[in-house]
């Protein structure tokens, strides 16, 4: 911190007592990097919580039956049976058949077509897409297994979601990294504070014992102390908030360009949006809390 | 507030010792009563700023007693020095000015701690440095004044927010015999308006020139009395109170000159 006006005239009009305790110049700096990192984890935590979200509203309700047999007619049979009791069965909202070209199209570019070759002769499953009233539970799934035994043998029922269980723990993984590293920037930026409060207590010491003897309060030296950490927090926090912005663009505007369901919903709202603008804020807080309990403690050392 | 004898300050076998050498100051016991003149005086290293310092509250004794406006100073709680700081002005034997700042703001300086509002502290600053003879210099950072200008600031400084007990540690050791009678007449009209005034200094002839004035002498850390004044409320010739006090702001010694500057008050 700079220390300039503890006690020349200042800003506003209002009297310094001390020349502001520049904090140093590298406070603004290291605060703006680290309210620009604390940007970034915070924008990609919300990201991952929100393409989650996202992800699980979506597959939550899914469920996929493939009817799993080498024979097209026994296939197509216990395919139709199947959709029929699926249908009848009041938990499901939807059931649908993927409709068996649009399979072979699809898989097309990997099995490759010759001349002559019948995709028929292929087994490949009859797929139904289907849609229940509430979330695929482990139980429910087992009641539509059950329910499909008799008449559908060849039967196989996986809830989406659960294609996905790897993808939502890695999510969540990551979501704590983000918050640990946002803790950990919290704990450098107090660092970074205490440090330069301390530098710029050092450096003001005569000036602070002149204030002390006449009549000057602790709490006159440490506004001193919290008016520059305020403005030099800001002043890191608004480049910092902007770099972190920028940096958050850029990389959105690459996932998206991935074209995922996925990246998609990692889409930020505007609430989001709030909370990444408050961040340097926040630092400003921690940054004028620190510089004063840095300040008291130093003071009340003397006499 | 003050019964008119009762003491500003009391010492009572005070001890100060600086680490572990030998005490810089021993058995100190004397009281001073409001509105009188003292004079300190006593070889170079007698121990006059170590009484000081303990009067203006920067030291704590290593042993005694020390009360100061009717109240122990010496357990005093931290937060309630500022307070008792502000009833006093202080002329430290090394000025300590603060560096960054212009003689103004450094005059101003215990009216802004005492949240004095800004558009009252212009005019008796200025006319205080017009006073001292620094009005050319107001913009002056201490470092290019010398040494005589620097002591007149740190003498302004102490006097500007008429203080209840000012303490001056060779004040006028850096100046010429004219502007050193003209500092003391400041001390003195101060002292009119209520100021207990303790000057330390060496100069005798000083001491002449405030008849009234009351004297302790230190001789290697320890206290006579040659006065006999220090026990008991001395007699005094004039009473600081009404007559002088409206007079102050004007010249009241007939010389031809006006009175100090001494029309602020921030009580
Ligand atoms: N901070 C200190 N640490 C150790 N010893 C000190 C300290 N301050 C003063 N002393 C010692 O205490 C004794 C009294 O010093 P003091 O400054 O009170 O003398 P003084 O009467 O003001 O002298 P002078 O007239 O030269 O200003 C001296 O022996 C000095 O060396
Ligand atoms: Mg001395």
Known sequence: MNAAALFGRSR??????????????????????????TVIA??????????????????????TVQIVSAAPAARNRQADAALAVLRRLPD???????DQSQLESLLEPWLGTRPGDTIDDLPIPALIDVRLRAPATPDRVSAL??????V???????????????VFRAIATLQWLAGGLIALLTVATIAAVVLAARAALVNQRETIEIVHMLGGTDAQIARVFQRTAA????????????????????????????????????ALGWLDWVVIAAIPLCGVALAVLTARLTVLSALRRML | MNAPDAEIVQFDNVGLRYGTGKEALTDISFTLYPGRFYFLTGASGAGKTSLLKLLYLAQRPSRGLIRMFGTDAITLPRERLPGFRRRLGVVFQDFR????????????????????????????????????????RRHARPATLSGGEQQRVAIARAVIARPDMLVADEPTGNVDPDMALKLLRLFESLNRLGTTVVVATHDVH????????????????????????LRFPPRRTSTPTEPVLSAAPKDSRGDGQGGPPLGFATK
């Open chain 1, 231 to 266: 403005m030099e927090a800001a002043a890191g926090g608004t480049i910092g908030l902007i770099a972190g912005v920028v940096a958050i663009v850029v990389l959105s505007a690459q996932f998206s360009a991935l074209g995922s369901g996925m990246a998609s919903g990692a």
């Open chain 1, 152 to 166: 559908a043998p060849a039967a196989r029922v996986d809830a989406q979601a659960a294609w996905l269980t790897p």
């Open chain 1, 145 to 150: 297994q059950t329910a499909l035994a008799g």
């Open chain 1, 42 to 63: 915070a924008a990609s935590g919300l990201g991952l919580r929100n393409a989650g979200a996202h992800a699980s509203a979506d597959l939550n309700g899914g469920i």
């Open chain 2, 206 to 229: 000083l001491i002449q020139k405030v008849p009234d004035s009351l004297i302790m002498r230190l001789d290697k850390g320890r206290l006579s009395d040659p006065t006999g004044a």
């Open chain 2, 97 to 136: 000015l603060v560096q960054h700042l212009s003689a103004f703001d450094n005059v101003a300086l215990p009216l802004r701690v005492a949240g004095v509002a800004e558009r009252e502290i212009t005019k008796p600053v200025d006319e205080m440095l017009d006073w001292v003879g620094l009005a050319d």
């Open chain 1, 12 to 37: 506003e009009g209002e009297p310094g007592l001390l020349p502001d305790p520049r904090l140093g110049s590298p406070m603004p700096w290291v605060i703006a990097i680290v309210i620009a990192l």
């Open chain 1, 92 to 98: 499901v909202a939807d059931a649908q058949r993927v």
